[in-house]
């Protein structure tokens, strides 16, 4: 990857990515507006069948309108219920003018008018006739439990809807419904279709072989309907549907200027999505450059520690030194560079534990005083040589934090280790407990070369360290402070950092106390 991206500039892979990702929707631009014509066609053909699904959609809504009705007189007929509640039931609907009752034999057949008086020999001749119609009605709700709705057409133009009940051996195992065409499109379609027209449509009824439509939703001026369909519960109604007001080629042009819109409203998404790609490949980039760096860094880091060990090691086993002065201060060396290897090793492998999610962290009750105290007694003799006077300022009667002590003195750690290679000349170095907040915090601060603005919140991911000023200068693996933050962000604290450059900064290691976590 490294050798990748240093052989073709990323400028180079910009427009790349921007040639892949951006070249096909520019060619269909282009062929979008050479084929207008191929594509009113075809948009054409799809708002057809639109308009198809329109229809389908009301002849849908007739025949649950009616299956309802149905369902009501099923379940009064099978709570053996009497006659005044039948009509009770079809008298819901002011569509319904009567019902019949009759056997799956039709030997007997009963009349109940609901609102209208008539003969019942057209009831008896249009069942009759269809006979063969209506036997198969019980036979399809024994196998397949279908309650089919058979329409027949009387001699005027009244409909019969009849269905089966499922209780063949009762003289109602079958059941007719009668109402009118007219009043069921204006009673019960009507709110339907004028919702379905809209301001777009022209939707009108009509009956087979009459000149003017038995209703219509829209502006009708007498235009010609071309799409129609018959309505499934009406076999001499009809339900035609056109546009109101402009042409199809109209409609097309501007489904086209709408498909242009968003053709170019893509373009825009892909160039975004093109610029993320090459942002997340130059972060890519730039974080196999950083991890390069830290190869180095950290051979560096262990070459030099290692080699002043071998060299003061091999002079006190030659015997040379005969001052014990002198082999004090080589063994001192020798502990001290041991301590500093310890220090990045210790980096390292819980570096290697975080990247592999094996990172395990062992909570209990800490004395945070405590843990500040135990670091300074460790590397108290360490800083003072560095030339530092740490200040110690712990405020007594602290509440004791639930945390990983290990973990806590490791970022205390941290954060001394940074302070100390960023002070330059001022070596000044102060560690400071206290709580605020329900909060339990440990402060560091030096009077360093300090931090800039913009680099305040990036000093905390992994291998990330400052490339100007003073700082560039000061060898490190900037593995350090984005241990601290995830050490912190173990124990649900925070890590936070004020810093003016050329002046210091103070970093607070800030503990939530148990219940506020």
Do not use: C
């Amino acid at each position: 990857m490294a050798a990748s991206t240093r052989s073709m500039p990323l400028r180079t892979i910009l427009l790349i990515l921007l040639l892949i990702i951006l070249l096909p929707a520019l060619l269909y631009s282009v062929y979008e507006l050479t084929t207008l014509s191929t594509n009113e066609e075809l948009v054409g053909d799809i708002y057809r069948r639109q308009l198809d699904v329109a229809l389908f959609s009301l002849n849908q809504y007739s025949w649950d309108v009616a299956s309802g009705w149905a369902s009501s007189l099923t379940l009064v007929l099978r709570e053996n219920g009497s006659k005044e509640q039948i009509l009770n039931a079809a008298r819901r609907t002011r569509v319904l003018q009567g019902i019949v009752l009759a056997d799956t034999g039709l030997r007997s057949i009963q009349w109940m008018p609901v609102r209208v008086g008539r003969a019942d020999g057209q009831l008896r001749s249009g069942l009759l006739e269809n006979r063969e119609k209506i036997a198969r009605l019980p036979m399809l709700r024994r196998v397949d439990d279908y309650r089919k709705l058979e329409s027949i057409l009387l001699p005027d133009s009244t409909i019969l809807l009849v269905f089966a009940t499922g209780d063949d051996s009762r003289p109602h195992a079958l059941v007719g419904m009668l109402l009118g065409d007219s009043s069921f499109v204006h009673e019960i379609l009507e709110p339907r279709i004028r919702e379905a027209a809209g301001t777009d449509f022209v939707l009108a009824v009509t009956r087979t072989g009459a000149t003017a439509p038995l209703f219509v939703a829209g502006t009708w001026g007498g235009e010609e309907i071309r799409q129609q369909k018959q309505l499934w519960l009406f076999p001499d109604l009809s339900l035609g549907i056109r546009l109101a007001g402009q042409s199809l080629d109209e409609v097309v042009r501007s489904r086209f200027r709408r498909n242009l819109l968003l053709i170019l409203l893509v373009d825009l998404v892909l160039v975004a999505a093109a610029l993320f790609v090459y942002r997340a490949f130059r972060r890519e980039s730039e974080l196999t450059r950083m991890k390069s760096d830290f190869v180095a860094t950290v051979s560096h880091e262990l070459r030099t520690p290692l080699s002043l060990i071998r060299m003061y090691a091999e002079t006190l086993e030659m015997g040379r030194l005969k001052d014990p002065g002198k082999q004090k201060e080589y063994l001192a060396t020798i502990v001290r560079e041991t301590e500093r290897l310890s220090h990045l090793i210790n980096n390292i492998l819980n570096f290697a534990r975080i990247d592999a999610g094996r990172k395990v962290y062992h909570f209990g009750q800490v004395q945070v005083n405590e843990v500040v105290t135990s670091v300074v007694g460790t590397y108290e003799a360490h800083l003072r040589e560095q030339g530092f006077q740490p200040v110690v300022e712990l405020r007594t009667e602290l509440s004791p934090i639930h945390a990983d002590a290990e973990a806590v003195k490791e970022g205390i750690v941290n954060l001394l280790d940074n302070a100390v290679k960023y002070s330059g000349e001022r070596k000044y170095l102060r560690i400071a407990t206290g709580s605020e907040g329900g909060r339990v915090f440990v402060d560091v601060e030096d009077h360093g070369v300090g931090i800039a603005p913009h680099h305040r919140e990036k000093i905390f991911e992994m291998f990330y360290r400052v490339s100007e000023g003073d700082v560039h200068s000061t060898k490190g693996s900037g593995l350090g402070l984005a241990l601290v933050r995830h050490i912190m962000d173990a124990h649900h604290g925070t890590v936070t950092v004020t810093s003016t450059p050329r002046t210091g900064s103070t970093f607070r290691l800030s503990f939530p106390l148990p219940g506020n976590a």
